[in-house]
């Protein structure tokens, strides 16, 4: 089955750059989604098929996604930034179809 | 767009439980759906998803042959029904819907807020 890997943490300091990674077996063929969880609360989804940003979702949210890594990069981090991240793509097999999601990354604000 | 579970509860191992997703705001038929778990402290693991027209439906080979995902688009609500139900199914579940029409394949763009299953005797 396919898998995605995710670091478990990633710290920044307010301001910084934060780049959270997605690795997987040809990951730059796939379309990856990329979800925000902060606590108590249900997943969002900041970016999609890669690098597009759903309405309402800041600029400073990106992805890129080629070769065997896909990339969150969250620009000028803001304490309310503070989440988990989940990457996530579809995984055809055969007759079936699954989705996939990473292991999720914590980011912490420092 | 609005998505509300419900059914969540305490069941004891072995046991049943039907989950219901009320949605509103979109043209439900449209949209695929899926249904997404989280164990409490854990990731996100994706569960089941049907099509537009709930004639396509997909499994999880964790939940396979125990869970039954369908709608009913003239109630616009979601629905899966969990049998021979597991402590490994504690978790709480979410709906999600297709970001895109018509498509299966797609990005989950909207959730609900979930609904809590414990499995415990």
């Not at chain 2, 038929?29 to 049907?50: D, F, H, T």
């Not at chain 2, 009913?72 to 709480?92: G, Q």
Request: proline content about 5%; overall charge neutral.
């Amino acid at each position: 089955s396919y898998v995605l890997t995710q670091p478990p943490s990633v710290s920044v300091a307010p301001g910084q750059t934060a780049r959270i990674t997605c690795g997987g077996n040809n990951i730059g063929s796939k379309s990856l989604h990329w979800y925000q969880q902060k606590p108590g609360q249900a997943p969002v989804l900041v970016v999609y098929d890669d690098s597009d940003r759903p309405s309402g979702i800041p600029a400073r949210f990106s992805g890129s996604n080629s070769g065997n890594t896909a990339t969150l990069t969250i620009s000028w981090v803001e304490a309310g930034d503070e989440a988990d991240y989940y990457c996530q793509v579809w995984e055809p097999s055969g007759a079936r179809l699954y989705v996939v999601f990473g292991g999720g990354t914590k980011l912490t604000v420092l | 767009v609005q998505l509300l579970e419900s059914g969540g509860g305490l069941v004891q191992p072995g046991g049943s439980l039907r989950l219901s997703c009320a949605a509103s705001g979109f043209t439900f038929s449209n949209y695929a759906m899926s249904w997404v778990r989280q164990a409490p402290g854990k990731g996100l693991e994706w569960v089941s998803a049907i099509s537009g027209t709930g004639a396509t439906t997909y499994y999880a080979d964790s939940v396979k042959g125990r869970f039954t995902i369908s709608r009913d688009n003239s109630k616009n609500t979601l629905y899966v029904e969990m049998n021979s139900l597991r402590a490994e199914d504690t978790a709480v579940y979410y709906c999600a819907k297709a970001g895109i029409n018509v498509a299966v394949i797609a990005p989950l763009d909207y959730w609900g807020q979930g609904t809590l299953v414990t499995v415990s005797s």
